[in-house]
């Protein structure tokens, strides 16, 4: 049986005094330990409000949220900080390193964080960890001498650097190009299996969403549809995450019919 790493009820959060905007209207959430799941829905709808909630980032208006059996309402300020620290790993769409600092001890900022000092099994944790995400000949390199997809990886390594129970990624390959994106999600998929930590991306790319194990869309501040894709076939995740105006489009090839899944505007397909 799942056991429930983080769960949230009734989750409200809301923004302004005057005049107030609701940002998560009455969300019900739970992740399992070592899930991987995706949130996709357009700008605006709650995503990135419902993971800094999540993440202890932000506490929510109303409703109650809990990571395993402790609610974060009775953690004082320094509890959660302390919290986020050990629990939570963080990979955002901006990877927020420190362009002096090397790979490496850009991976170590969390431990500095936490105790003030490293010793040498949390440095060789951090070697064994960018060594993992594939920059084993960068470990001394300035970050500001790596590639975007580099720096992104040193961001993942540090996201997992005081060994989280639950990653939490924020468009995490929105700056960098498709190759790159897919090392990075191959990336995770292979930490998530190995590590055995839990995953929660939210991303606006809808087939980066198929490779996930559960998606979870959003609108208006409400989740509309959660389901496990293990468990739907490969032309039903589809139809349940493609943009409205998608449809499809038959190719012919060597006199063979060929049915080719592409997006398609309605005013007709416009690509090669």
């Known amino acids: 049986m799942d056991k429930v790493l983080i769960h949230g009820e009734n989750l409200v959060k809301e923004y302004g005094t005057a005049i107030k905007t609701r940002a998560l209207d009455g969300v019900d959430l739970q992740l399992n330990e070592g899930e991987f799941a995706s949130i996709i829905g357009a700008s605006g709808c709650g995503k990135s409000t419902l993971l800094n909630l999540l993440g202890a980032l932000d506490r929510p208006t109303a409703g ?6 402790k609610e974060f309402s009775s953690m004082n300020e320094f509890e959660l900080a302390q919290f986020r620290n050990r629990r939570i790993g963080f990979i955002f769409q901006f990877h927020h390193l420190l362009p002096e600092f090397t790979a490496l001890e ?17 440095q060789e944790r951090a070697i064994e960890l960018l060594e993992t995400v594939g920059l084993k000949d960068k470990i001394r390199n300035p970050s500001n001498n790596l590639s975007g997809g580099q720096q992104q990886r040193v961001s993942i390594a540090r996201a997992l650097i005081n060994d989280p129970d639950l990653v939490l990624a924020d468009e995490p390959t929105g700056n960098l190009d498709s190759e790159s994106t897919e090392q990075v999600y191959d990336l995770l998929r292979k930490i998530n299996r190995d590590l055995g930590m839990a995953f929660l991306i939210v991303t606006h790319d ?4 198929e490779k996930s194990d559960r998606i979870i869309e959003m609108k208006d501040g409400k989740i509309i549809s959660d389901y496990l894709t293990r468990s739907e076939t490969p032309e039903a ?3 349940n995450i493609a943009p409205i105006n998608c449809k499809y489009r038959i190719q012919f090839g060597d006199g063979e019919q060929d049915e080719h899944r592409v997006c398609m505007p309605d005013t007709g397909y416009s690509g090669s």
């Open 237 to 239: 995740i589809w139809k």
């Open 106 to 122: 850009n991976v170590l900022i969390p431990s500095w964080i936490e105790s003030g000092v490293v010793n040498q099994k949390k």
């Open 64 to 69: 109650k949220l809990y990571f395993k059996d």
């Open 206 to 209: 809808r087939h980066i969403a």
